[in-house]
Each structure stands twice: as structure tokens, then as C-alpha cells.
């Protein structure tokens, strides 16, 4: 069975330094990954995906982030955080053998802070 | 170029009655999902349509209906609604069922069940 952790309910980082939002999967097979935020009273925005290829994946206003196999982890990244980017970012993990294994993480609410 | 438009904005019914929720995709896009997100989770996959036939399916029980139209748009029918439908739903669209290509989500309708 597939599952996304996202072991952080809450992040708060001050504006200008660097954010991690962390995601965990589990999956049987190769995974796609992808990251999404939601502001507030709005649907979800994509931000990037991992389909195959490099580990370091580019998205988005940004952001970035990091393929690690052995730690099945996907952690959500940016070098210099704004006031802008506080919203609630979702982690999903989908099987490439069947679209309708794609299962969102429970979202962590990043407050960045001025 | 409009994206992913959703009616409506709000809904409020009672148990037991039933609700059909809007959905028309980015244009261009041939492909629908439906997701459920209850207050504090992540979107839950209700079915995917394509070709105007559900291609995916969900855990969600038969009360929990869709359609798809020549034109793409898409409809999700809930019947016998219960309080725990309470929810905001979300509507994707992407072209074709590959995952490789990105879903772009609407704002969503909150559906209130008293």
C-alpha cells in the first residue's frame, strides 16, 4: 500500500533563511513524487514533480526538491524563505503502473515569519 | 486562458438529500479528477474521467457518482449525503492519464451537510 508522511504539522522559519518541509513515502515500485501548496480559500497549486532522472528536482517560485531512494524521503526545499511563500504544502506519492494510487500527505501549514 | 472552474463556491444541504458539484478542465485538458478534503487532511481521490468514462476509482462508496461531457466539463453527484461529506471538493484536469503530465487543481466547492 502507498502512504505519504509528513512528519511536520507546523514549520515557522524567519524570512530570509533557508525552509525545509520534510515528506516521507512509502511505495511499492518506482515512485512519482510531487509537491503541492495551497494558500488560503484556494485549490492546490503544483510546485514540482519527481518522475525519474536527476535527484535534485527544480520547481516553482523557487523551490526545490530532493529525491533520496534509500531514505524514501522527498523533502520540499528553499534557499531563502519569504513572508509570501506561509501556506499549507502537500506531499503526493503515485505508483507509474496506476494513476489512481496517487495519495496526498496530510499538508504542513509553513508560517514564515518577518 | 481560463483555468480549472469550479460551481459552485458554496454549498450548504441536509442529510439525505443529494448534490451535483461543476467541474470545467484548463483548456486543452481531456482528463478530470475529483478529490475530497476534509478540514485539516490532504485531498482523498474520488474517481478520474476520461473519454467520458471513470477510468479510476477511489475508496469512496457508490453513492459517489460522475459524469463527463463531450466537451470535457465533468460532474460529481453525491446522493444520500451524510455529515461526514462535509468537505471541500476539488476538481483537477491534465491532458490524457499520464502522470507525467501536471493536474492543474480549481478553487474548489465547500460543501456544508447539516
Known amino acids: 500500500a502507498q502512504s505519504v508522511a509528513q512528519p511536520e504539522d507546523q514549520v515557522n522559519v524567519a524570512e530570509g533563511n533557508p525552509l525545509t518541509v520534510k515528506c516521507t513515502y512509502s511505495v511499492s515500485g518506482n515512485p512519482y513524487l510531487f509537491w503541492h501548496v495551497q494558500y488560503p480559500n484556494r485549490g492546490l497549486q503544483f510546485l514540482l514533480k519527481?518522475?525519474?532522472?536527476?535527484?535534485l528536482v527544480k520547481g516553482s517560485y523557487g523551490f526545490e526538491a530532493e529525491f533520496n531512494k534509500s531514505q524514501t524521503s522527498f523533502h520540499l526545499k528553499k534557499p531563502s524563505a519569504l513572508v509570501s511563500d506561509s501556506a499549507l504544502y502537500f506531499c503526493?506519492?503515485?505508483?507509474?503502473?496506476?494513476?489512481?494510487?496517487?495519495?496526498f500527505g496530510p499538508g504542513t501549514s509553513l508560517s514564515v515569519i518577518p | 486562458d481560463a483555468g480549472v472552474t469550479q460551481s459552485p463556491t458554496h454549498l450548504i444541504k441536509t442529510r439525505g438529500q443529494q448534490v451535483t458539484l461543476r467541474c470545467s478542465p484548463k483548456s486543452g485538458h481531456d482528463t478530470v479528477s475529483w478529490y475530497q478534503q476534509a478540514l485539516g487532511q490532504g485531498p482523498q481521490f474520488i474517481f478520474q474521467?476520461?473519454?467520458?468514462?471513470?477510468?479510476q476509482r477511489g475508496n469512496f462508496p457508490d453513492r459517489f457518482s460522475g459524469h463527463q461531457f463531450p466537451n470535457y466539463s465533468s460532474e460529481l453527484n453525491v446522493n444520500a449525503l451524510l455529515l461526514g461529506d462535509s468537505a471541500l471538493y476539488l476538481c483537477a484536469s491534465s491532458l490524457s492519464l499520464n502522470l507525467h503530465n501536471e493536474q492543474f487543481f480549481g478553487p474548489g466547492t465547500r460543501l456544508t451537510v447539516l
Open positions: 519527481y518522475i525519474t532522472g536527476d535527484n
Open positions: 474521467y476520461y473519454e467520458e468514462e471513470e477510468r
Open positions: 503526493a506519492v503515485g505508483r507509474k503502473t496506476s494513476y489512481d494510487k496517487v495519495i
